[in-house]
């Protein structure tokens, strides 16, 4: 196989793990929508060039915590049977950095955001 056929078949598996988590996690496609609802909103407002690398970064930082936490599910169920309540720590850690993830998110958006949308109001 060449490097030019092996780089494009990394890039093609790599594609299918985001269609496969996209496909099968429901968090993964709120989040997804989420992300670019906001980077829309963030378009059609004209932030500032860092305010819309930032709101970026997080949206990001999101999706790639959430598609971690779907491989550490997927491994950790199959050590299920003989490591119940240390899969189920395992899940729960993952879990809660994407949720502290998505919390800094979303108050750095309403950060972002707020002053763009009282000006917005007072037009």
Known sequence: MTRRSSFFSSISHALRGVYVVFRDERNFRIQT????????????????????VLLLLLSSAV???ELFNSVIERMADGLKPRLQ???????????????????????????IFLPYAVQLFKA
């Open 63 to 65: 999706l790639i915590l």
């Open 85 to 111: 309540p240390i899969v189920r720590d395992i899940k729960d850690l993952m879990a809660g950095a994407v949720l502290l993830t998505a919390i800094t998110a979303g108050i750095v958006g309403v950060i």
């Open 33 to 52: 929508i989420s992300a670019v609802l906001v980077l829309c909103a963030a378009t059609l407002l004209q932030v500032r060039v860092w305010e819309y």
